[in-house]
């Protein structure tokens, strides 16, 4: 069954640390995948993607992500974390049906807390 | 550029009832989807329009039902309303033209409340 899987529920690091939150998927063909971030009452904001070719892949906000076909891992990373990070975190897997787009396969979301 | 709009912000309902969500996407993309997302879990998935019809459904009863008019504008009814069904409810727009490689934006959602 094509899933994904947040490790984490809840992280809290203090400001000026380095990030890095976890996410495994299980998909038979090749991935989509997708990193979102929630705030506090917010819809979800797109902060990097992975379709194909480099497997680092750079997103808003200073975020980066590694895909890892091998671990079946696409972690997301931050090296400095800022007080405005604090928000939830979900990473997703896009379905897709040869040339036609599908629905998006989300983990359960972490949960990011920076401390001063 | 607006993005995705969705109305209301908020809506309190009583079991039982039927409820309207409204989703207006992006400029320009021509696909819906609709999400739910309990508190504290991801978003998922119940259905996508394209062209005015309902082309994906996720595992979701038939209570829920979708419209797509020829603007693109989206509706999620919902009917016989359960307690479980208090949620945040997200409209996604994106564009089939770019195939599988498409990337969905989101708007702010609609928190339904049950009582």
């Known amino acids: 069954a094509q899933s994904v899987t947040q490790p984490d529920i809840h992280i809290t690091v203090s400001e000026g640390a380095s990030l890095e939150l976890r996410c495994n998927y299980s998909?038979?063909?090749?991935?989509?995948l997708f990193w979102y971030v929630q705030s506090p009452g917010q819809g979800l904001q797109l902060l990097l993607k992975?379709?194909?070719?480099?497997?680092l892949v750079q997103g808003i906000k200073g975020f980066e992500a590694e895909f890892k076909r091998s671990q079946s891992s696409f972690n997301l990373r931050k090296p400095s974390v800022h007080w405005s990070d604090a928000a939830e975190y979900f990473c997703?897997?896009?379905?897709?049906?040869?040339?036609?787009?599908?629905?998006?396969?989300f983990g359960k979301g972490t949960k990011l807390s920076v401390k001063p | 550029d607006a993005g995705v709009t969705q109305s209301p912000t908020h809506l309190i309902k009583t079991r039982g009832q039927q409820v309207t969500l409204r989703c207006s996407p992006k400029?320009?993309?021509?696909?819906v989807s609709w999400y739910q997302q309990a508190l504290g879990q991801g978003p998922q998935f119940i259905f996508q329009?394209?062209?005015?019809?309902?082309?994906q459904r996720g595992n979701f009863p038939d209570r829920f039902s979708g419209h797509q008019f020829p603007n693109y504008s989206s509706e999620l009814n919902v009917n016989a309303l359960l307690l479980g069904d208090s949620a945040l409810y997200l409209c996604?727009?994106?564009?089939?033209?770019?195939?599988?490689?498409?990337?969905?934006?989101f708007g702010a959602g609609t928190r339904l409340s049950v009582l």
């Open positions: 996604a727009s994106s564009s089939d033209d770019r195939g599988a490689k498409n990337i969905q934006y």
């Open positions: 998909y038979g063909a090749t991935p989509y």
């Open positions: 992975y379709f194909s070719g480099d497997t």
């Open positions: 997703a897997v896009g379905r897709h049906y040869g040339g036609s787009q599908g629905n998006l396969i």
């Open positions: 400029s320009g993309h021509d696909t």
């Open positions: 329009y394209y062209e005015e019809e309902e082309r």
